[in-house]
């Protein structure tokens, strides 16, 4: 380590804010400038601690709510747990084990730096239209109801991209105007409903 290094990252020496007990996950800082860790001792607001903020931690999970490998998961500061429901809450981490609807607790991989909520690109591709309204890709059913950010590349003017939606497997982007050319998508962690 560099002269002036202090530490390595993995885990950091930080104010919890509020009292936590060893295992809690804890936000440090303010929206959007937050940290989001797991306390590794017992501390106390106005008192330093050492907050895991990069690995693996089994967190205490939203029941009712399955997780699977490769999930997006986010903390509910509310309840202190976490959640697969986006809206308002920050991204905490990734799924690395599936846990039923049933488990009180699952496995995540950190996320360092935290996000504040901003979707993540799952998939991104291309996608043609040839001469009509719509273009269709194969993308997996595990994509399904997910949200989906779509670009035209064309040099017709007139063709604005109106709808897009993954189904049964299948992503369809519609088109107001029949064209010729290509979309760019990406598929967003975010779920449409």
Do not use: H
Not at 14 to 32: F, N
Not at 75 to 90: E, I, Q
């Amino acid at each position: 380590m560099a002269k002036n290094g202090i530490q390595t990252g993995d885990i950091l020496t930080l104010d919890p804010g509020a009292t936590v007990s060893s295992g809690d996950i804890i936000p440090v800082g303010t929206a959007p400038n937050v940290i989001m860790g797991i306390a590794l001792s017992d501390g106390v607001s106005g008192t330093d601690i050492a907050v895991g903020v990069r690995g693996v931690y089994n967190i205490a999970k939203t029941t009712s709510q399955a997780w699977a490998v490769g999930q997006s998961v986010y903390f509910v500061a509310s309840t202190s747990k976490g959640s697969t429901a986006a809206d308002g809450n920050a991204l905490l981490g990734t799924c690395v084990e599936a846990a039923g609807s049933s488990a009180t607790s699952g496995k995540i991989l950190l996320a360092y730096p935290a996000s504040t909520g901003a979707p993540r690109v799952l998939f991104s591709g291309q996608l043609a239209f040839a001469a009509a309204t719509t273009g269709t890709e194969s993308v997996g059913a595990a994509f399904d109801g997910k949200v989906v950010r779509a670009f035209l590349q064309t040099n017709d003017g007139t063709a604005a991209l109106v709808k897009g939606a993954i189904a049964s497997g299948t992503l369809t982007l519609t088109a107001s105007a029949s064209m010729t050319g290509k979309a760019y998508y990406e598929i967003l962690d975010v779920d449409v409903a």
